[in-house]
């Protein structure tokens, strides 16, 4: 089989990275007390995509594609706005490095450009259904006003691994589409 080169035009030309993304990102919505008297809470969105790279060094078969990751994720980065995390780690037992390549949305800027990008780009398989939450979340007005807080701890309840719910109605697009 032959390989294709990984697609270098800009992102925000086509819906590569929503692929991309459908198979290797997730997005959260993290509830946080602040105050258990007061039952204060803290909302926070994130956006998470990771890659790992295993290298077995008692096989001697070291992979290149390592720098290729680093490379390809810090153009990701600086898509989305800076938010980078790169970890390494050696097992000297075992004689293997793993290195995980993160990208983290935390800033408000960086979490608009990447509300934009997905709903101009939308998945189609489940990763729609918790980004459309997530999204719910991030267009709710700032600060959040006490009801909008309870909004968001009623999504997190039915989201990602804890969704009882689920729709598929935005896959009737598709067949429209042909």
């Known amino acids: 089989m032959k390989v294709s080169p990984i697609d270098s035009s800009d992102f925000s030309t086509n819906a590569w ?3 991309f993304s459908e198979a290797d990102s997730n997005f959260s919505i993290r509830i946080t007390v602040r105050n258990k008297k007061t039952g204060n809470i803290r909302v926070q969105t994130t956006y998470r ?5 295993k290298i077995n060094f008692k ?15 810090t153009k990701i980065c600086n898509f989305f706005g800076r938010a980078f995390y790169i970890r390494e780690r050696f097992n000297k037992d075992w004689g293997k490095s793993y290195t995980s390549c993160i990208v983290i949305r ?9 509300y934009d990008y997905f709903h101009k780009y939308p998945f189609k398989g489940s990763k729609y259904l918790n980004f459309m939450d997530w999204a719910k979340v991030v267009e709710m007005p ?10 968001c701890v009623s999504i997190r309840e ?3 691994s804890t969704r009882t719910v689920f ?11 042909n």
């Open 167 to 177: 729709s598929w109605e935005h896959l009737d697009s598709l067949n429209n589409k």
């Open 142 to 151: 700032k600060p959040l006003s006490e009801s909008r807080k309870k909004q």
């Open 59 to 73: 096989l001697n078969s070291f992979d290149n594609n390592v720098y290729h990751t680093k490379e390809f994720l």
């Open 106 to 114: 935390f800033n408000q800027r960086s979490v608009q450009k990447v």
């Open 17 to 19: 990275l929503t692929g």
């Open 158 to 160: 039915n989201y990602n």
């Open 49 to 53: 995509l990771e890659i790992s790279t």
